[in-house]
């Protein structure tokens, strides 16, 4: 019968033994003390022979669980490594102006949106009427009101919305009949007692889109009015309290399914939500959530992935993104930091798409310097350019070489003279509308000694060259296309106003309140963040602005 080995039988390191280090090529060994001489060692102290295969499992063991374990230091480490380029944090600020802001669009869309009929059938007793079958149809909503309305954080979940004492306005077509008689005509119905509470549940999907899902909700109107009006409406008014009681049992009982599908139809829109926007001929910009939403009693953060990307290449740069943390204010509704790690992989994803090379033809600059011939200027960034945000301080370093060439009718181009140099720039910073616009200025330049094969070129007369090509050429253009900007993330319809721009430690801080904009006439849909163009994981070209 075969012996069943227990755990305890396995070999273990002496105590107090240190362990040498496994190196490439050499098999680990550790002297091993059995911990049950009893049966594992003959009389001479040798151990028997069933012994050793027991010894090998153990020892393959200790392997494996060594491999298991180093697997799951790299796992940790590379899931510990990915930090987000944007936080975006909102307010309890936010919330209690997205009430107001809320009523107002829920209002507006109530207006424009017809409800389903309601349809039962009452008997009469007091007319000896067996049954009267009703009909309220083309029910619209005149006016709406929720004096006590709000939202609150709730921590790991989502937002909590309550209302109660509400009130609405609703007209009505009406049609009614029975064995004695039929009629129609209109009615207004006063709601009162309005009652309602959910929590919305906010995650994200596998596409890095929001996701947002309402959780127990309960809704209730206390009280409803019915008034008829038409030439037998004294008759109908007579019999209207009877029905009133059916009226509200049969809308409470739809008030959750059409709030819960007013939520699912958010949540389909928000699946569609744009999250990598072409940024020009060069870069994409993914803004796509790296994890659910973050929720405290006081905010909720938002990470979004924010990165650029060249057009034809979406790997990752070859850096990571540095961990940043926003400071803890709520004097505003909306604060938005954006890391050095955003802007560097703009810097990068431009550089390996090749924006930063520049040909321009300025017969002026060579007539006054060099030649009286036109002459071509070609400008080559030789690194990305060097991005570094620190207090007060937002600087751009350009490395890059120049080549001064000229080109004669039917002839090939001939270099006259080029030379390396290094742009100290400094960025400035503003908010316009929803975008983020920079601007470059020239803070000073460092020249290599140039190389020409038109005898020597003085360094003096050549920084005077540089020096005005970088002022009336390459700064000019550059910021002609910083004026298209960076898209911020921010709701549909909702503008920035009272915005302030930061520049801290390796990130950017953007705090702002928030206004929402009142179309003349707005549909009832969401759209998310302006701009963005990936549906369903599919990037779709888009025309740059």
């Not at 027991?54 to 790299?74: A, D, E, I, S, Y």
């Not at 995650?203 to 008829?228: K, Y």
């Not at 139809?265 to 790296?290: C, F, G, P, R, W």
């Not at 330049?445 to 020096?467: A, D, H, K």
Request: proline residues 6%; glycine residues 6%; contains cysteine.
């Amino acid at each position: 019968m075969a012996e069943v080995i227990q755990p305890e039988k396995c070999t273990r390191v002496k105590e107090n033994q240190s362990i040498p280090k496994a190196r490439p090529g050499i098999k680990f060994k550790a002297q091993v003390e059995n911990t049950s001489t009893s049966k594992a060692e003959g009389i001479d102290g040798v151990p028997r022979l069933w012994a050793l295969p027991l010894l090998k499992m153990c020892t393959k063991m200790v392997q494996v669980l060594w491999g298991c374990f180093l697997l799951w230091n790299v796992y940790i480490s590379s899931a510990w490594i990915t930090h987000p380029g944007i936080k975006a944090r909102a307010t309890q600020r936010a919330l209690d102006y997205g009430v107001q802001a809320g009523m107002e669009m829920i209002e507006q869309m109530a207006k424009e949106r017809n409800l389903p009929d309601l349809k039962g059938s009452e008997s009469l007793e007091f007319l000896k009427v067996d049954y009267v079958n009703y009909n309220f149809s083309n029910i619209k909503i005149n006016a709406l009101s929720f004096p006590n309305t709000s939202l609150a954080f709730v921590p790991g979940v989502g937002i909590k919305a309550l209302t109660n004492h509400g009130t609405a306005n609703i007209s009505t077509n009406w049609e009614v009949k029975s064995p004695l008689f039929q009629d129609s005509g209109g009615a207004d119905l006063f709601l009162s007692g309005v009652y309602f509470t959910g929590i919305l549940n906010l995650a994200r999907n596998d596409l890095g889109q929001p996701t947002v899902e309402l959780r127990d909700c309960h809704a209730q109107v206390s009280h409803a009015h019915v008034s008829f009006s038409g030439e037998l409406s004294v008759l109908y008014n007579s019999f209207a309290e009877p029905m009133e009681k059916p009226i509200l049992k049969n809308l409470n009982e739809m008030l959750c399914p059409i709030i819960t599908g007013e939520v699912e139809a958010l949540n389909a829109n928000l699946s569609m939500l744009e999250v990598l926007t072409k940024i020009d001929n060069y870069t994409l910009l993914d803004y796509s959530l790296m994890s659910s939403p973050e929720i405290t009693e006081n905010y909720i953060d938002l990470n979004l992935k924010g990165v650029f990307y060249p057009l034809e290449n979406l790997a990752d740069p070859p850096f990571s993104p540095v961990p940043f943390v926003l400071p803890e204010r709520s004097d505003s509704m909306l604060y938005i930091g954006i890391s050095e790690y955003f802007f560097k992989s703009a810097s990068f994803a431009h550089f390996a798409a090749g924006a930063f090379n520049v040909t321009l033809s300025t017969k002026e600059i060579a007539e006054i310097y060099i030649l009286s011939q036109p002459f071509m200027i070609r400008i080559m960034a030789t690194e990305p350019p060097v991005i570094s945000l620190l207090p007060g301080n937002f600087t751009l370093d350009i490395p890059a070489s120049i080549m001064l060439l000229t080109q004669s009718e039917n002839s090939t181009a001939e270099t006259i003279v080029s030379m390396d140099f290094v742009a100290s720039t400094s960025v400035g910073l503003v908010i316009l509308g929803q975008r983020l616009i920079c601007s470059l200025s020239l803070n000073r330049f460092r020249l290599s000694l140039p190389e020409s094969n038109r005898g020597n070129i003085e360094v003096l007369r050549f920084e005077n060259i540089l020096s005005s090509i970088l002022h009336f050429g390459v700064l000019p253009l550059a910021n002609a296309k910083l004026q298209q900007g960076f898209p911020l993330p921010s709701p549909h319809k909702i503008s920035f106003v009272n915005s302030d721009v930061e520049v801290l430690e390796h990130f950017l801080l953007i705090s702002t309140d928030l206004k929402y904009e009142t179309p003349l006439k707005q549909q009832p849909s969401f759209y998310g963040w302006e701009g963005l163009n990936l549906i369903n994981g599919q990037w779709r070209g888009k025309p740059v602005p």
